[in-house]
């Protein structure tokens, strides 16, 4: 059973919604699920309208029957100093790193230990026991606000890129534990898309990048799909432009809209080349629809909300998940 | 990340931004360098590409550097393959002896010319060989941002040089934030003068025992997490970037410094979107921080107002009178079109208006969405002609 969720996709197709939608989602029934960022946006606290997130994991939502989110921002530095702390002891002497700089090294300048640490939190996470010797985790699930599309796959893969440094030892071991995480049936890695050509491309790339690295795929998430009520004679007119003038002049009229002949005519055109733009855009998500279908992984669809995003929308989304199968 | 003081007015009225002229920026000889930045996803790509083509059809002498392009976008500028070379652009219109060359962003091979070039052949097969090296070049994030200022201060210097151009744009990284571009040779330079570097050379310099008690400390805890071996490697690899990269650092700050002198132009691209346009503010309080000049915002994909002198709430109170006669159905769904575009074309007024509230010396550049997916060079010079404006089409 899936108890890593990571949520990935291009830049604007809105992967932030859908994480934390998929967060509420699980939570949902009385379960306790972890919702991270790893890019230090506090994306999380703009979508649940909170301050920004400290580093420590704090209760946001609570989902419906019960079951709670709790969130948290992932600050690199802040980890690197508790994991010597957890793992070495280190005590004196890592304050001692800390002031050598050894610490703004890693974090900041090092390219990529970032990404170490903020896995290595995650797995932390996704591991935690109640207590010492329980076999209870903390979390039913972690869901994973994870980087775009472009960086995932070297993103996820950075331990293996470790373990390739380090041949022995320590580090070795524990970025050994961390892709065998990574890679097991317990993580699905979610790629969400818009029915664009451009994000759906690269929906494919990366689905066959986290394959070619051994990383268990998801599903695809198709986000902000359009509401398309005209049957296919009407949108194929539409997309032509030749929706005719007389019918919808005779629907401005029965609407109440009509007005003097040369500003109903102007409202007739303006109505026309919206409907060839909206025809145009329902076609190619067609177009895409099916492209997606033949990526081959399963697919659950999100209705484009004409509303700026806040809570209420996110349960909205949580629900169509959750009947979509996803949690 | 650190809080930071905001910059800006301290009490502003909503107005409307300025008009940002994209077409006396790219006529204005002085201008040699444009950057584009902004949070991923906004359209900074198709930006860049329609920026330089518009240039070059004006008669500028343009190189655009892009680092991520969409396939097709890519193959139409005919770049196929990633081999850091400008190649010229076929298919635009160079009447104005404008020429227009493109080039993809390597960076693995970026960093290797960097080395090639500063390192006897013995010392660069040594490098190239390094784990951490090849690690670090090839696979580790952040890379990308310094190599891209690295590749930005080499054609500049070309450019220079051989006059073969005039104006280079280029687009940025799709960074986790605004600050791993513009922070890159800042850092650089830190981290090779920092005491971590002169910590990890010390053994190969002098004896271990004239080392202060602290560091011993530390190269103890470095053993002890890190494991002998690595932290071999890891010596030879600071060693090796300490003697290849002064020159590096001295090219980072120059970088530093060409971007912000008055030829340079930044542009902050966004998406009408509360997050993008959070991050676009973010971008352009920490320009004015760095003393870096600021042109204006470019903001793509606006909905347009389709049915001028329909308001959207009639539109919304005639599709329902339809809808409950079961009336006229296409009418009656293109009111409701009507209806939520023009209700998202008010909420992005709105977050516009309070982007300019907040910093009204930003100029604007408005771009409308269009239906389908920018893939071709008719493609870029439209969206160049929306960026110059009505005026300009």
Avoid at chain 1, 7 to 30: E, P, Q, R
Avoid at chain 1, 220 to 227: D, E, F
Avoid at chain 2, 198 to 223: D, E, Q, Y
Avoid at chain 2, 242 to 254: K, N, S
Wanted: net charge negative; proline share 5%.
């Amino acid at each position: 059973m899936t108890r890593l969720h990571i949520v990935t996709g291009k830049g604007g197709t809105g992967k932030s919604t859908v994480a934390a939608s998929l967060a509420l989602a699980l939570a949902s029934g009385g379960r306790k699920v972890l919702l991270t960022e790893a890019e230090g946006r506090q994306g999380i606290a703009g979508l649940f309208d909170v301050p920004p997130l400290p580093y420590s994991e704090e209760k946001i939502a609570v989902a419906p029957d019960g079951g709670d989110v709790y969130a948290l921002a992932i600050d690199p530095e802040a980890a690197l100093l508790e994991y010597l702390d957890m793992y070495y002891r280190l005590g004196r002497a890592g304050r001692a790193l800390d002031r050598f700089g050894v610490v703004d090294f890693a974090t900041t300048i090092a390219p990529g230990l970032r990404d170490v640490l903020l896995t290595g939190k995650v797995y932390e996470a996704v591991r935690r026991k109640t207590r010492k010797g329980s076999e209870r985790h903390v979390y039913d699930a972690v869901v994973l606000d994870a980087p775009p599309t472009g960086r995932i796959t070297r993103f996820l893969n950075v331990n293996a890129e470790m373990a390739g440094l380090a041949k022995v030892g320590p580090v070795r071991n524990q970025a050994d534990s961390i892709m065998r995480l990574l890679r097991s049936p317990q993580t699905a890695v979610h790629v969400v898309t818009l029915l664009e050509e451009m994000p759906v491309q690269e929906t494919g790339d990366a689905l066959d990048e986290l394959a070619a690295a051994g990383l268990p795929l998801g599903t695809v998430v198709v986000n902000m799909a359009r509401r398309n009520d005209l049957d296919d004679r009407a949108l194929t007119a539409a997309e032509s432009g030749r929706l005719p003038d007389k019918g919808i002049r005779a629907g401005l009229e029965a609407a109440g809209l009509d007005a003097d002949g040369a500003a109903t005519q102007a409202m007739v055109h303006g109505l026309q080349a919206l409907g060839q733009a909206h025809a145009e855009r329902v076609l190619l998500e067609q177009e895409q629809r099916a492209a997606v279908a033949k990526l081959g992984r399963p697919v659950t669809e999100l209705p484009r909300l004409n509303e700026t995003i806040d809570l209420g929308c996110l349960y909205e989304l949580a629900a169509e998940l959750r009947e979509g199968g996803l949690a | 990340m650190t809080r930071r003081t905001r910059v800006g007015p301290l009490a502003s009225r909503p107005h409307d931004a300025e008009r940002l002229d994209i077409d006396a920026l790219l006529a204005d000889r002085d201008t040699n360098i444009i950057v584009c930045c902004g949070a991923g996803g906004v359209g900074k790509t198709t930006t860049s590409a329609a920026l330089a083509m518009r240039a070059a059809e004006q008669g500028r002498k343009v190189v655009v550097l892009t680092i991520d392009p969409a396939r097709r976008l890519a193959q139409s500028m005919g770049l196929t393959e990633l081999d850091n070379t400008p190649r010229p652009v076929t298919g635009f219109d160079g009447e104005r002896g404008g020429s227009l060359d493109a080039m993809m962003l390597d960076m693995k091979r970026t960093f290797d010319e960097v080395v090639e070039a500063h390192a006897s052949p013995e010392k660069a097969r040594q490098v190239l060989a390094n784990p951490f090296y090849q690690a670090v070049s090839s696979s580790f994030a952040g890379t990308q941002e310094y190599m891209a200022m690295e590749k930005l201060g080499q054609l500049h210097a070309d450019a220079r040089r051989t006059g073969r151009w005039d104006l280079v744009v280029v687009d940025t990284p799709p960074s986790r934030s605004a600050l791993d571009f513009l922070d890159a040779p800042e850092r650089l330079a830190s981290f090779l003068d920092g005491r971590f570097v002169r910590l990890l050379m010390a053994p190969a310099k002098g004896p271990v025992r004239l080392l202060s008690a602290g560091l011993g400390v530390v190269t103890n805890a470095l053993t002890k997490v890190l494991g002998a071996q690595m932290l071999r490697d890891l010596q030879t690899f600071v060693a090796a970037l300490d003697t290849l990269f002064g020159g590096f650092r001295a090219r980072a700050e120059q970088t530093y410094r060409l971007l912000q002198a008055p030829g340079t132009a930044f542009l902050v691209v966004a998406a009408p979107q509360s997050d993008a346009l959070r991050e676009a503010a973010y971008f352009v309080e920490r320009l004015a921080e760095e003393r870096m000049p600021l042109a204006g915002l470019v903001l793509n994909r606006l909905t347009p107002d389709a049915v001028p002198g329909l308001d959207g709430a009639d539109a919304a109170a005639g599709a329902a009178r339809l809808e409950r006669h079961h009336e006229h159905p296409v009418t009656a769904h293109l009111l409701r079109l009507h209806a939520e575009a023009a209700a998202t074309a008010d909420r992005e007024e709105h977050l516009h208006r309070r982007f300019t509230a907040a910093h009204p010396h930003v100029a604007t550049a408005a771009v409308p969405a269009l239906p389908g997916d920018v893939h071709d060079l008719d493609g870029l010079r439209e969206i160049g002609e929306l960026l110059a404006g009505p005026a300009a089409a």
